[in-house]
T-cell receptor, first 112, second 115 residues
Framework: DAKTTQPNSMESNEEEPVHLPCNHS???????IHWYRQLPSQGPEYVIH???SNVNNRMASLAIAEDRKSSTLILHRATLRDAAVYYCILRDPDNAGNMLTFGGGTRLMVKP | EAQVTQNPRYLITVTGKKLTVTCSQNMNHEYMSWYRQDPGLGLRQIYY???????DKGDVPEGYKVSRKEKRNFPLILESPSPNQTSLYFC??????????????FGSGTQLSVL
């Protein structure tokens, strides 16, 4: 699977927007971009995914660069509950067995 | 409620004493998988199963066994645990696996300590 690069940590103020970047310069044409997050003492939780177009759901938005070499997860109004480690992952549909390869992720800290 | 259930949540054992960590999902998912999470190493896949009676090795299968006799259950077996298997374990499931757009549902984790 192609690798992703994310900052180790980021800080945000409560109720402000947060933009979490991810670089994936070796992405292939069929790789899906997935984001998961892991709250303290919990299992990873799906956030959003996309292929080429920007995506929105109730949790977040995903902005994908035109060349697909980078993407940004956008939390529109950060809350204290959003403090977690966020993982950007490339999902290769041809690799049926290993669905997700998790890297180090970005630890998001939210200040009141 | 749709969920992946792991038991136990915490387990302390001694070297060589066989143990089983159970995983059950109520979503009729075909794909199930086990991960371990260690500081600095992220989540690494141990074994996965594409369907009943179909299992395969992930990235770190040594020292582990799995079985998939029925769709809902996917137990992780440590025949002779060693201290290097002390870790946080997660079970996950997905409707079919193998598709780029599918998402994984994770359990709450099992913290295993092998003394």
């Amino acid at each position: 699977d192609a690798k992703t690069t994310q900052p180790n940590s980021m800080e945000s103020n409560e109720e402000e927007p947060v933009h979490l970047p991810c670089n994936h310069s070796t992405i292939s044409g069929t790789d899906y971009i997935h984001w998961y997050r892991q709250l303290p003492s919990q299992g990873p939780e799906y956030v959003i995914h996309g292929l080429t177009s920007n995506v929105n759901n109730r949790m977040a938005s995903l902005a994908i660069a035109e060349d697909r070499k980078s993407s940004t997860l956008i939390l529109h109004r950060a809350t204290l509950r959003d403090a977690a480690v966020y993982y950007c992952i490339l999902r290769d549909p041809d690799n049926a067995g290993n669905m997700l390869t998790f890297g180090g992720g970005t630890r998001l800290m939210v200040k009141p | 409620e749709a969920q992946v259930t792991q038991n136990p949540r915490y387990l302390i054992t001694v070297t060589g004493k066989k143990l089983t960590v159970t995983c059950s999902q109520n979503m009729n998912h075909e794909y199930m998988s086990w991960y371990r999470q260690d500081p600095g190493l992220g989540l690494r896949q141990i074994y996965y199963s594409m369907n009943v009676e179909v299992t395969d090795k992930g990235d770190v299968p040594e020292g582990y066994k799995v079985s998939r006799k029925e769709k809902r259950n996917f137990p992780l077996i440590l025949e002779s645990p060693s201290p290097n298997q002390t870790s946080l374990y997660f079970c996950a499931s997905s409707p079919r696996g193998g598709l780029g757009a599918e998402k994984l549902f994770f359990g709450s984790g099992t913290q295993l300590s092998v003394l």
